[in-house]
Structures are given as C-alpha cells and as structure tokens.
C-alpha cells in the first residue's frame, strides 16, 4: 500500500492523466507542447503523442489539480473517504482481513481492498465510528 502517487506511474491508484490543457504548437511529427497551468511551471511542457490522450468532452472525467493538491515534487496523497466492505480470507495458518476502500477523487467502480490492519494504523479516523460493512466473505484455500 502506497500513499504518495505519481503521475505517470501505472499504480493502481495514480491517475493514468491529468488536463485536459490546450496544444500550444507541433513540434515535430509526434511531439506536441501544451499550455500548462502555472502550477505545473516544473514540468518540460513538450510531449510525445502517446502520453496524450484525446479529450472527449465529458466534463465528469476532469480531476482539476486544485482539488488534488499536487505537491511540488509533482505528487500527491490519496486520502481514504468510506469503507465500502470487509472480508476475511483464509490462509494457511492465519486469516486476513481486507476492508474495500472509496478514495478521495476516485469512482467508487476504482475502489481498491486494503489490508485492514495497515488501514487502522494510517487511517484510524476511518474506523472510529464502528460502520465497517460485514458482508465479507470467508475463502479458504
């Protein structure tokens, strides 16, 4: 479990794209630089054809950087909203508990299964109020 993302990276949590921002010009046959946003002053501005992404147009997919918190080491934390579900899985000689996670800025389709007990140590004010689903299911190998 990983706390800090980046872009680029394909973690599970990272956002795969950022934007939409506008091509300024072409630079060469597959190379296009970008207007960025001051807050990503850091960043070169020029880039290959396939880190972009056409934008579509739907506004609902549009993560602004404000709302994100983009640090200057161009990364952020992803910050946990609501446990969706437990479960426990049977190992060999013990049992796991997951908790199904709803993050910030995420799709509750993107919702990731965490390890419960690395969740209460990073995230205590998650469990506080005792709501954590127990329609988990027990698997046994």
Same mark, same amino acid.
């Given at each position: 479990?990983? $706390?800090?993302?980046?872009? !680029?990276?394909?973690?599970? *949590?990272? /956002?795969?794209?950022? $934007?939409?921002?506008?091509?300024?010009? %072409?630079? $060469? @046959? &597959?190379?296009?630089? *970008?207007?960025? /946003?001051?807050?990503?002053? +850091? +960043?070169?501005?020029?880039?290959?054809?396939?880190?972009?992404?056409?934008?579509?147009? @739907? /506004?609902?997919?549009?993560?602004?950087?404000?709302?994100?918190?983009?640090?200057?080491?161009?990364?952020?934390?992803?910050?946990?909203?609501?446990?969706?579900? %437990?479960?426990?899985? %049977? *190992?060999?000689? #013990?049992?796991?508990?997951?908790?199904? &996670?709803?993050?910030? @800025?995420?799709?509750?389709?993107?919702?990731?299964?965490?390890?419960?007990?690395?969740?209460? #140590? %990073?995230?205590?004010?998650?469990?506080?109020? !005792?709501?954590?689903?127990?329609? $988990?299911?027990?698997?046994?190998?």
């Amino acid at each position: 479990m990983k $706390g800090v993302m980046r872009f !680029g990276k394909k973690e599970k *949590l990272s /956002p795969r794209y950022i $934007g939409p921002y506008r091509i300024s010009k %072409r630079i $060469g @046959n &597959v190379t296009y630089e *970008l207007e960025l /946003p001051q807050e990503l002053a +850091v +960043v070169r501005p020029v880039f290959h054809i396939s880190m972009l992404k056409k934008c579509m147009g @739907n /506004p609902s997919l549009i993560i602004p950087t404000e709302v994100i918190g983009i640090k200057d080491s161009l990364s952020y934390e992803e910050i946990p909203v609501q446990i969706l579900d %437990r479960q426990v899985r %049977r *190992l060999r000689t #013990k049992e796991v508990a997951s908790i199904k &996670v709803l993050w910030r @800025n995420q799709f509750v389709e993107e919702a990731t299964w965490e390890a419960e007990e690395d969740m209460k #140590k %990073r995230y205590p004010h998650l469990f506080e109020t !005792g709501e954590i689903p127990d329609q $988990g299911t027990k698997f046994s190998s």
